[in-house]
């Protein structure tokens, strides 16, 4: 059973960079593509990015310029950073993993609020 598990800070000032971190167990983040997707309050998914098995990344083109993610295969880590941040991007992030077939695992989201 793969489980993932995003930590990190709630709230964030405008202009400051968002990083969330996310933790997996049950797969190595060497084999499939392990994506960031959020959920604004009344709006439905929005897909960030993923980084491939071999460290490769791709982004949504809206927010390309603003996004990186990046990862450690020794804790088997992948993490989030969003650039710039606006009170737009408040909203529930969460990390999944993307087979050939769609999302097979989900971490259960954390809230982040862009506030001053």
């Known amino acids: 059973q793969v489980q993932l598990q995003e930590s990190g800070p709630g709230l964030v000032k405008p202009s400051q960079t968002l990083s969330l971190i996310c933790s997996v167990s049950?797969?190595?983040?060497?084999?499939?593509?392990w994506n960031w997707i959020r959920q604004p309050p009344g709006k439905g998914l929005e897909w960030i990015g993923y980084i491939g098995s071999s460290g490769t990344t791709n982004y949504s083109p809206s927010l390309k310029s603003r996004t990186s993610i990046s990862r450690d295969t020794y804790k088997n880590q992948f993490t989030l950073q969003l650039s710039s941040v606006t009170p737009e991007d408040t909203a529930v992030y969460f990390c999944a993993r993307y087979d050939q077939w769609g999302y097979d695992y989900w971490g259960q989201g954390t809230q982040v609020t862009v506030s001053s």
């Open positions: 049950g797969g190595s983040i060497t084999t499939g593509a």
